[in-house]
């Protein structure tokens, strides 16, 4: 069930993952960049397993840091990077006393993968993320990737009825592997007038795709804006730097609040619209997703849940349920 789409998101590259990418979690932190390849993917997953046990001992008081591509993700990347105008927290870490970084991994598990509106793969999937954030340069980089769990077998055929008429390749036709993707991005992150006042983000893109036979290259600029008010409004613009070059516009609210005094429990919400000049510009996809995480020291464990409905011209046609687990450390 990944084929056509999976090309469809190399030339077309804008929709909704259900993976939520990059949904914000606590602390002001710098958006990072989204990258997929098996060597990011090992790297993530390695960062992972060596933090994770001093993790569940720590007494660390971390909160959660805005990842890049505001697509949060269960498996429903959500389009954008929001922009988190809370004032800036030194997170202590022992790199940062000989170098002014911090770091962040994120693993999350989901259900399917879509991205933009567009159904990526409908089997499980796992989508770890790394992100450096340099100190208070605001700059930040991030690897992302994206890595299929079930149906890695041979070549899938997509099934005629399940892609529009027109779509490119023809229904049918034999395509790439199971998805596996790598993303990186370098982004910037300002914040202009404090926790109350107005936010600028931008940066660069590079999609990977390690298992596709063409077109496994991708460009995209990307600068949004948004204000520090209790629904975190934003609006980000996405362009494609090669053929086609297309625009992507995410318009949405990305709410926090703590469900405890303490501050352990954080509920993230997000409402979002996307816009796209693919065919014509107009409405491309609308995702709603709500993620709840427990802190425990440097360690954050939560569900993920979502709701994305697409533009009838792409392959997810109807709307679609999407749920995950994230797991995220912050040092």
């Known amino acids: 069930m990944q084929s056509t789409i999976q090309r469809s998101k190399l030339q077309a590259h804008y929709s909704v993952t259900p993976t939520l ?3 914000p979690d606590g602390i ?7 990258m997929q390849q098996p060597a990011g993917i090992l790297i993530c997953w390695g960062v992972l397993l060596c933090v994770l046990p001093n993790a569940l ?5 971390a909160e959660g840091c805005r990842t890049g591509d505001l697509n949060s993700y269960f498996s429903t990347s959500l389009p954008g990077y929001s922009i988190r105008l809370e004032e800036s927290v030194e997170r202590p870490s022992p790199v940062g006393r000989l170098f002014p970084v911090s770091i962040e991994a994120v693993a999350r598990l989901a259900n399917e993968y879509v991205w933009r509106g567009r159904l990526i793969s409908n089997k499980q999937t796992a989508h770890p993320s790394l992100t450096l954030v340099f100190g208070n340069t605001s700059l930040s980089l991030n690897v992302w990737g994206a890595v299929a769990l079930q149906g890695r077998e041979g070549f899938l055929i997509l099934p005629p009825d399940s ?10 036709t034999p395509m790439v592997k199971s998805t596996d993707e790598v993303n990186l991005t370098l982004s910037f992150d300002r914040n202009l007038g404090g926790s109350r006042g107005f936010g600028l983000s931008g940066g660069f ?22 204000l520090g008010n209790p629904i975190a409004p934003a609006l980000t613009a996405f362009y494609g730097l090669r053929s086609p070059r297309n625009l992507y516009l995410v318009a949405g609210f990305y709410p926090q609040f703590y469900l405890d005094p303490e501050g352990t429990t954080l509920v993230t919400g997000r409402a979002t619209v996307g816009f796209s000049d693919i065919g014509g510009f107009g ?3 609308l995702t709603v997703s709500l993620t709840t995480t427990l802190r425990k020291g440097i360690l954050s464990v939560g569900p993920v849940v979502g709701y994305v409905i697409s533009d009838g011209s792409l392959n997810l046609k109807d709307g679609k349920f999407l749920g995950g687990l994230e797991i995220r450390l912050i040092q």
């Open 28 to 34: 002001p932190r710098k958006r990072g960049i989204r």
């Open 57 to 61: 001992s720590s007494d660390v008081d």
């Open 163 to 172: 892609v529009a008429e027109g779509t490119d390749p023809p229904p049918g």
């Open 21 to 23: 990418r990059d949904s």
């Open 205 to 226: 893109t590079q999609y990977l795709y390690p298992n596709a036979t063409e077109n496994t290259r991708r460009q995209e600029l990307f600068m949004g804006v948004g």
């Open 283 to 285: 409405f491309n996809d």
